[in-house]
């Protein structure tokens, strides 16, 4: 009962979303303005004829690779951090300069010295997003039961297996805190680092349809983009976050 009246509710949501949507075009009678109609055929022409995948995968690529790159990173230098307090000490200051750095100066500073490449981009990206993962997991490591690691050490469960079964899912709300922000942060970042300095993506997409003010073209990119965040949040994300908590159960 539960899983189709939240069903019904996000329809009813999202109708109304169109209707004030649609009042809004039909008021404005601007090509500035176009409704959402005219935006969805506008999406599904691109999907079949325009470069709307093309442009999607190489942005949704880029996401992905610059991701795990922070994300494994990341939680190595955050776990290192907390555990070894002259490490902690020499990084603290390089990782609070790059917390308070903005991702366009990153971006910048990237395509200067390494030129328009790809490795500058997803190097871009990954920046931005490191800092935060690393401070999450580093916090996350600093609340470790100690008296789970002397039963680990005292049945000698070795490297691995106490990884596995004692810090990692202690570790497990941080890690997910750290994917969702991260991954929110990222989204958005890609976009400002493709418009900046790439031939392919999203990002560089929206730059041309502004030049041209193409607005449906414009909108009908976006939409694509945004629904691609949102299968990621409710396909991925939601059904980890309750499979990691499951132990608490």
Do not use: C
Not at 46 to 55: I, N, P, R, S, V
Not at 162 to 175: D, G
């Amino acid at each position: 009962m539960r899983f189709p009246a939240a069903l019904a509710e996000r329809a009813a949501s999202l109708f109304v979303t169109l209707a004030s949507w649609e009042a809004a075009a039909w008021l404005a009678h601007s090509r500035l303005f176009p409704g959402p109609a005219s935006v969805l055929s506008t999406l599904a022409d691109e999907a079949m004829h325009g470069d709307l995948l093309h442009d999607l995968g190489a942005t949704l690529a880029r996401v992905a690779v610059a991701f795990a790159l922070a994300m494994v990173g990341g939680t190595a230098i955050g776990i290192a951090m907390a555990r070894l307090r002259a490490l902690d000490t020499l990084l603290d200051s390089g990782v609070v300069l790059l917390l308070n750095l903005p991702a366009l100066v990153i971006a910048v500073l990237l395509y200067i010295w390494l030129g328009l490449t790809e490795a500058a981009a997803i190097g871009a990206v990954t920046l931005s997003k490191l800092p935060t993962v690393v401070v999450t997991l580093r916090e996350g490591a600093r609340t470790l039961d100690r008296d789970l690691g002397d039963m680990a050490r005292s049945f000698r469960l070795g490297f691995w297996r106490t990884l596995r079964h004692v810090t990692l899912p202690q570790l497990s709300a941080f890690f997910l805190v750290a994917s969702r922000t991260g991954l929110a942060l990222i989204w958005k970042i890609v976009l400002v680092v493709e418009l900046l300095g790439r031939p392919d993506g999203i990002g560089y997409a929206i730059q041309v349809f502004f030049q041209l003010f193409d607005v449906r073209r414009l909108i009908a990119y976006a939409l694509a983009f945004v629904a691609v965040v949102l299968a990621v949040e409710w396909g991925v994300l939601q059904p980890l976050e309750r499979r990691l908590a499951r132990w608490r159960r």
